[in-house]
Nanobody
Framework: VQLQASGGGLVQAGGSLRLSCVAS????????MAWFRQAPGAEREFVAA????????YYEDSVKGRFTISRDNDKNTVSLRMNSLKPEDTAVYYC????????????????????????WGQGTQVTVSS
């Protein structure tokens, strides 16, 4: 699976951005999808994840209520809508795909771990100014 992320940019605190990630090469609906982010000098951290059909979504606590992950399996796209952005949201954002063979229970338990995602996009920079 090849992943191409886009939509990052510079925005003022309180503003919004929409990130998109287009997948190619495999059957998109077979994969769970996620967004991670990495700030300078920090480890890559989980942001949001979505199940194969989109029926289940998961969020890191600090983005709950502000970010929304969605997917369109007909367009091979996963999106991350980010509202009420804060300076601490500044990071490079990565989309990731994993696990055609995962069970629902396995994904529900491990969605936040980088290790379950086999494919990664190149990242898109999000900068939030105060």
């Amino acid at each position: 699976v090849q992943l191409q992320a886009s939509g990052g940019g510079l925005v003022q605190a309180g503003g919004s951005l929409r990130l998109s990630c287009v997948a190619s090469g495999r059957t998109f609906s077979n994969y769970v999808m996620a967004w991670f982010r990495q700030a300078p000098g920090a480890e890559r951290e989980f942001v949001a994840a979505i199940s194969w059909s989109g029926s289940s979504t998961y969020y890191e606590d600090s983005v709950k209520g502000r970010f929304t992950i969605s997917r369109d399996n007909d367009k091979n796209t996963v999106s991350l809508r980010m509202n009420s952005l804060k300076p601490e949201d500044t990071a490079v954002y990565y989309c990731a795909a994993g696990g055609p063979s995962y069970t629902r229970n396995y994904f529900r338990t491990n969605y936040h771990k980088t290790s379950i995602y086999d494919y990664w996009g190149q990242g898109t920079q999000v900068t939030v100014s105060s």
